[in-house]
Structure formats: C-alpha cells, structure tokens
C-alpha cells in the first residue's frame, strides 16, 4: 500500500493521465489517503457538483484517520525541521502519517519531504 498526496489527486480528478494510469494500476483499495488530504480536497471545493464528484472519487481508497501515534511524530517532525524547512501543518502530518504507517508516500512535490531522511518517498507514478 502506499500513501497518496494531495497534489496526485487533484491532478487524478482534474483528468491528468499519468495520475489516472497510476490510480487505475494500483486500484484504489490499495491506495491510502490520509484524512487531511480529504480535508484539502474538500477545502478547494467551489461548488456542490464539484463536492459530490470529489466524495464519489474518494469512496473506494483506504482512508487512513489522525491518532495519537500521528500527532507526537507530526509534532516532532515540526520541531525537528520548523527552522530548516517550514513545513505546513498539513505536509507534516502526511509525512507523519505515512512513517506511522509504514507507507511510502507518492507526491509531485518531493522538495516538500525529501529532507525526512526516515521517509520514503517518491514521485513516480509508473
């Protein structure tokens, strides 16, 4: 299983196929999604049509919640890194949740996690 970043979905639902050819190979069953990359989908929603297709895409992949295990690394990830690389909220806790986890995480944005040296992470989407 591999954790999936916010920015391979929004291309996945903007048509992108690279994003789809990904998606459709791993199957979404065997692609986790942590809840704060629900939550920034959801958070650019403009209109409901817009909402509902997001809601509908999202059904099928492994969803992956905030815990407690996630909160003490993200917290120590920001502490370790806020100097050197100010991270967002939201990218430490993906990275936290994909070392919690075990999970190698997919992204565009290597530059935002390749400083992690624990992390494994990947932008290949073949």
Request: aromatic share 10%.
């Amino acid at each position: 299983m591999l954790l999936v970043d916010t920015n391979i979905i929004i291309n996945y639902l903007r048509g992108d196929s690279k994003a789809t050819d990904f998606i459709q190979a791993f199957g979404k069953q065997n692609l986790a999604l942590s809840i704060i990359v629900e939550m920034e989908l959801y958070n650019g929603v403009l209109n409901r049509v817009e909402y509902l297709r997001i809601k509908k895409e999202l059904t099928d992949f492994v969803r992956l919640d905030l815990n407690e295990n996630i909160g003490q690394t993200a917290l120590f990830l920001s502490k370790q890194y806020a100097l050197s690389h100010h991270m967002s909220i939201a990218d430490t806790l993906i990275a936290a949740t994909a070392l919690v986890y075990g999970l190698e995480l997919r992204t565009y944005n290597l530059k935002d996690f390749r400083f992690i040296p624990t992390l494994k992470v990947n932008s290949d989407l073949k």
